[in-house]
């Protein structure tokens, strides 16, 4: 079997290393970070995310995740809350990806840290660089990704907060954009938001103008805040992320995509670590098996085409005004219409990889 090397050591990445070190082959990871980082993510764990951490020897929950079976989607006052279809798992990147890539290290791959790549070369056979481009290896998008920004950040909960937030993840709509707060590890919530440029620079254009100008339009979400300490030094933040992505084949490809290289779910849905995952146990197994990267491509984009396209129209009306209160209210009358939302923006079970 000829060596492999994979660019990038996130959670795609680093589980296909452990997957094809795991099958006895010559592994080299390439990551740009020194040591742990924090990343822009929702860091929502659903069933099939969990399924393919199981595969490759890590347990979320042992890891410290903190047990998610409730959402409840707020708009100004309003509030539904409904049962998860499965139980999810709030667990930060930061203890994620290097619990990955140590587990790859253990299963016999080699990880060199603080390489950056900037530019595809003959040997990389697995790309798995996240949202962060790489020379020669462009996504192609049939149109400009929209004037978004993401942020991203930590709080400590006061106590009664901290409570009320315990195994719920929560979707808190605003104009021109929505935020998902949760626990992960430690007693810490995530607080991961999206909002039109637009939106930031009415607000000021500044994190510390738009949180407040947030929690003015949202009550719940001021009374989450209340008392909380942060986190971090600043949020993380992102720009132009290109929601709706899927890769076409192209019969003369030589290199897997994997994660958000492959497909991009937006974030709403809060299955992109799931998506990330089961890319690179369906490139490790068509790679094992002989098939090629178009096969490969070819069979991913049957897999997620369609509920990333179901993830888009709800990621739309979760922007739009009157979406929002088309959806507060349709909840309202069928409360289990959430649950069948969430099942229909994930990979569907039949296409899970099992061997």
Known sequence: MNPVTIAGGGIAGASAACLLAKAGADVT??????????????????????HYLGRVGLDPLALGGHPITRVRLVRGADTVVTDLPFAGVGLSRRILDEALLEQAERCGARVMRGVAVAGLTDDIRFLATGKHE?????????????ELVGFKTYFR?????????????????????Y???QRVEAGRANLCLLVHRDRLAASGGSWPTLLADLQDESPHLRHRLRDAETLLDKPLTIARVPYGFVHAPDPGETVYRLGDQACVIPSFSGDGMSMALHSAALAV????????????HTRLRQDVATPIRRAMALYRLGRWAPGQAFLLQALHLWPNLMRLAATATRVARPAWVLD
Request: net charge positive; glycine share 12%.
């Open 179 to 181: 935020a998902g707060l």
């Open 285 to 296: 197994r068509t790679h094992l098996q002989g098939g090629s990267p178009t096969a490969y």
């Open 134 to 146: 790489m020379r020669g290896m462009k996504r192609a998008m049939a149109q400009a990704p929209e």
């Open 157 to 177: 909960l006061a106590p009664q907060a901290r409570a009320a937030l315990a195994h719920c993840v929560e979707v808190i709509l605003f104009r021109g954009g």
């Open 29 to 50: 990871v390439l990551e740009r970070s020194l040591g742990p980082s924090d990343k822009i993510c929702g860091e929502f764990l659903s069933a099939e995310a969990q």
